[in-house]
């Protein structure tokens, strides 16, 4: 499985076959396993771990929002303070799957700089 599979895929960042989260996104959206079934890999691996996902999320929020807002603004004729509101409404069912995709890119991103073995 590549990489961009297994971030898709939600799974382990060294073995990509253990499931990440316990549970489907509509279930429990960030119930997480505390390590990989398959290798043993723990997922937090301090406290604030998770702190580099906020990042990633962000990165990850501003493209469709500015999509959004570039929609409402330019092609619907929004006025652009109601744009910029109507982005922020069209945006909110999509954070829970940004939070856990932010987190899976985070847990690739740290593994590829500093493995744990």
Not at 47 to 56: E, N, T
Not at 76 to 85: K, S, T
Not at 96 to 102: K, Q, T, Y
Request: one cysteine or more; hydrophobic letters at 50%.
């Amino acid at each position: 499985m590549s990489r961009l599979q297994g971030i898709l895929h939600e799974r382990c960042p060294r073995c990509r076959e253990g499931a990440i989260f316990r549970c489907p996104l509509w279930r429990g959206w960030l119930a997480m396993n505390e390590r990989c079934p398959v290798c043993n890999l723990k997922f937090e691996r301090e406290p604030g771990y998770f702190l580099g996902a906020m990042y990633v999320s962000y990165a990850l929020a501003i493209p469709p929002f500015l999509l959004l807002v570039t929609a409402f603004w330019l092609l619907a004729h929004w006025r652009y303070e109601l744009a910029l509101l109507g982005a922020f409404v069209a945006y909110l069912p999509l954070v829970p799957m940004a939070a856990r995709l932010s987190r899976v890119v985070w847990m690739y991103i740290d593994q590829t700089f500093d493995p744990e073995r």
